[in-house]
């Protein structure tokens, strides 16, 4: 599976912006979507996830501000990230969770990660 992030730039603290990111590939393979960030010099920290059923989970630090959607028709999962503050600067990364079965019929659980994409909050 490949995952095309999109969306990213400067903007306001207090404005949004909305993030894409489309799969292609075995897309069948996918179970859950997510985002991630990683700021300068601290490590990489979940946003949002959200599972095929629909059920989504967020980081405190952004529950209440950011939206995380799927439309599987298009394979492509969203973040809509609104009330942005400085602390929300980083680069931001989508992931598949794939779920395939090999030819012994077990299963193989894996991650796959997209290119991020920049967000920037200014004053």
């Known amino acids: 599976v490949q995952l095309q992030a999109s969306g990213g730039g400067l903007v306001q603290a207090g404005g949004s912006l909305r993030l894409s990111c489309a799969a292609s590939?075995?897309?069948?393979?996918?179970?859950?979507m997510g985002w991630y960030r990683q700021a300068p010099g601290k490590e990489r920290e979940m946003v949002a996830t959200?599972?095929?059923?629909?059920?989504?989970n967020y980081a405190n630090s952004v529950r209440d501000r950011f939206a995380i959607s799927r439309d599987s028709a298009k394979n492509t999962a969203y973040l809509q990230m609104n009330s942005l503050k400085f602390e929300d600067a980083a680069v931001y990364y989508c992931?598949?969770?794939?779920?395939?079965?090999?030819?012994?019929?077990?299963?193989?659980?894996?991650?796959?990660w997209g290119q991020g994409t920049l967000v920037t909050v200014s004053s």
């Open positions: 590939g075995s897309t069948r393979s996918i179970t859950g």
């Open positions: 959200i599972s095929s059923s629909g059920a989504t």
């Open positions: 992931a598949a969770d794939l779920l395939e079965w090999l030819d012994d019929g077990s299963p193989q659980v894996s991650r796959s």
